[in-house]
Every structure is written in structure tokens, then in C-alpha cells.
């Protein structure tokens, strides 16, 4: 005779009893790897725009008068040529002013950029070149500061010169950050 005095198996009950607690935590646990997710996408665009921002008043320092470089347009401060024409996609990246100091052109790729329902453009990054808007002129409150001596402010290095679409007043709510991004 075989006799097992132990359990070796086990049983259904118990088998599902820790299939539904590893559920429980599974489910208590996914929406703080989801906050995770956008908290790490948020740093990288933070950071991306400190060293453009550091890029952007280095060039002026360079200048007499420390003039804030002037681009043809929003979206021509760096990255890469983009593949539309709006907003200055068409400037070669080689010709954008940062382009010396940042060439590699992902700085200019924001994570959470989704794109621009005006322009039609499922990313801006890819459209323009840039996911960071420069402001060349003044736009719906949003001061210009391209070709302004950077004495005129009186913070520069924590002065708003980059935000992200939706540029006009009159554009769609676009999910994720938009408005005006403050360095400091």
C-alpha cells in the first residue's frame, strides 16, 4: 500500500483563493504604475525644456547685446525639419539657432505630445520639428520674447518662453499639458 500522509495538491478552492487576492493587489497596484507612467513622462518633458531654456539664454549670452535668438517661427527654434509647413516645420533643422548647441533633435520631442487638431497632425513633434513652441510674436496674451534683450525681464532663467500647442484661444481642449511651461 501507497499511503501520502501530506497534501501534495492543491486544492480548487484554495487554488482560486489565491488567484483573487493576486487580483486584488494587481488591480490596488495599477493605477499607481499608471501615475507612475505619466509622472516619468512629465520629468523627461520638464527636463527637455531646462536644457532648451539653458540652450535658448546661453545663445544670448553670446550676443552683444544678449538678444534672445529670433527664429522665422513658433515651432524653428530646434529639432528637426518637420514634415509640414505650419509653424515653421519647413526651416531645415541645420538652420534652426539651436541647432549648434541641441542637435540632437529628440530634446525637442515632447512624451506627451498628441498632436494638434488644427493643423491635423497626430504629433507636432513629427509636423514641425518641435513639440515646444517659441514665442516670435505675441499670440493670445502669450508675450513675444524672440529678439528681446534678455535684460528686459527681470528672471530671465525662469522667464516663459516655451509652451506647448494649443497655441490660439480658439483651438479644440487638447488632453495632456498645454499652456505655458515655467522653468524654475
Known amino acids: 500500500?501507497?499511503?501520502?500522509?501530506?497534501?501534495?495538491?492543491?486544492?480548487?478552492?484554495?487554488?482560486?483563493?489565491?488567484?483573487?487576492?493576486?487580483?486584488?493587489?494587481?488591480?490596488?497596484?495599477?493605477?499607481?504604475?499608471?501615475?507612475?507612467?505619466?509622472?516619468?513622462?512629465?520629468?523627461?518633458?520638464?527636463?527637455?525644456?531646462?536644457?532648451?531654456?539653458?540652450?535658448v539664454l546661453l545663445l544670448a549670452a553670446q550676443e552683444r547685446p544678449r538678444i534672445l535668438p529670433a527664429p522665422t517661427d513658433f515651432g524653428s527654434l530646434g529639432g528637426k525639419t518637420g514634415a509640414g509647413s505650419a509653424l515653421g516645420g519647413h526651416v531645415p533643422a541645420e538652420e534652426r539657432p539651436l541647432y549648434r548647441l541641441l542637435p540632437d533633435p529628440a530634446v525637442f520631442a515632447c512624451p506627451s505630445d498628441r498632436g494638434d487638431q488644427v493643423l491635423g497632425v497626430d504629433?507636432?513633434?513629427?509636423?514641425?520639428?518641435?513639440?515646444?513652441?517659441?514665442?516670435?510674436?505675441?499670440?493670445?496674451?502669450?508675450?513675444?520674447?524672440?529678439?528681446?534683450?534678455?535684460?528686459?525681464?527681470?528672471?530671465?532663467e525662469r522667464k516663459v518662453i516655451l509652451f506647448e500647442p494649443a497655441l490660439f484661444g480658439d483651438r479644440a481642449a487638447i488632453p495632456g499639458p498645454g499652456g505655458m511651461i515655467e522653468n524654475g
Not at 499511503?3 to 487554488?15: D, I, M, P, Q, Y
Not at 483563493?17 to 516619468?40: H, S, Y
Not at 510674436?137 to 528681446?148: F, K, L
Open 123 to 156: 504629433s507636432v513633434f513629427d509636423a514641425v520639428g518641435s513639440s515646444y513652441m517659441y514665442p516670435v510674436r505675441t499670440v493670445d496674451g502669450i508675450q513675444a520674447v524672440g529678439g528681446s534683450n534678455v535684460t528686459a525681464f527681470a528672471h530671465p
Open 1 to 55: 500500500m501507497n499511503h501520502r500522509s501530506g497534501r501534495e495538491a492543491f486544492t480548487l478552492v484554495e487554488f482560486l483563493a489565491v488567484v483573487a487576492i493576486l487580483a486584488i493587489l494587481a488591480g490596488l497596484l495599477l493605477p499607481a504604475f499608471v501615475n507612475l507612467r505619466a509622472r516619468a513622462r512629465q520629468l523627461h518633458g520638464l527636463a527637455n525644456t531646462r536644457q532648451i531654456v539653458r540652450a
